[in-house]
T-cell receptor, first 115, second 118 residues
């Protein structure tokens, strides 16, 4: 069975602090992919990043960075120098072609960045 | 490029009433998904269509939920009769579909339809 666990329900930081959102996944598929989505108060899920299981290179995009470690089945997301606009719920998701393309989502982490 | 369109954005009904949600996916996207997101939880897949055929409806409560995707484009999700526990946001998403050239596996989501059942 596929499963995604985001153990942190809520995180609160002060602006300019760095924050890491944890994601642990379970799958029996050998080829799979992982996503992070952001859900602002408006409700729409906004795509942030996609990672294939065969590509363990970490990625940095501006203030965002992702650490994919297959050995620990984790795909953590770090925001450097957080800003108030980063306040949202962040979801980690798992998918594979064997599952027909559907995504399995974690419970989400609500990030609150205070000025 | 137009995104995934959903309507209505908000709906309030009483239990045992019926409701329908509409979704228009991104043009050219073969795969369409309906997810249910209960407050404080992650989205949960209800049903997945590939063109106008159902790929996965294993988590759809078929005694009260139904969905169709006529002509492989627009889709409608219906709940009849509604229960209190159906209060949630219903998210529609679309993607190019597995095996399609250019498909990255990314799902594109609409803004959702928020249902409140009283």
């Amino acid at each position: 069975a596929q499963k995604v666990t985001q153990a942190q329900t809520e995180i609160s930081v002060v602006e300019k602090e760095d924050v890491t959102l944890d994601c642990v996944y379970e799958t029996r598929d050998t080829t799979y992919y992982l996503f992070w989505y952001k859900q602002p108060p408006s409700g729409e899920l906004v795509f942030l990043i996609r990672r294939n299981s065969f590509d363990e290179q970490n990625e940095i995009s501006g203030r965002y960075s992702w650490n994919f470690q297959k050995s620990t089945s984790s795909f953590n997301f770090t925001i450097t120098a957080s800003q108030v606009v980063d306040s949202a719920v962040y979801f980690c998701a798992l998918g594979s072609y064997n599952q027909g393309g559907k995504l399995i989502f974690g419970q989400g982490t609500e990030l609150s960045v205070k000025p | 490029e137009a995104g995934v369109a959903q309507s209505p954005r908000y709906k309030i009904i009483e239990k045992r009433q019926s409701v329908a949600f509409w979704c228009n996916p991104i043009s050219g996207h073969a795969t369409l998904y309906w997810y249910q997101q209960i407050l404080g939880q992650g989205p949960k897949l209800l049903i997945q269509f590939q063109n106008n055929g159902v790929v996965d409806d294993s988590q759809l409560p078929k005694d009260r939920f139904s969905a169709e995707r006529l002509k492989g484009v627009d889709s409608t999700l219906k709940i009849q009769p509604a229960k209190l526990e159906d209060s949630a946001v219903y998210l529609c998403a679309s993607s190019l579909g597995p095996g399609t050239s250019g498909n990255t596996g990314e799902l594109f989501f609409g803004e959702g339809s928020r249902l409140t059942v009283l």
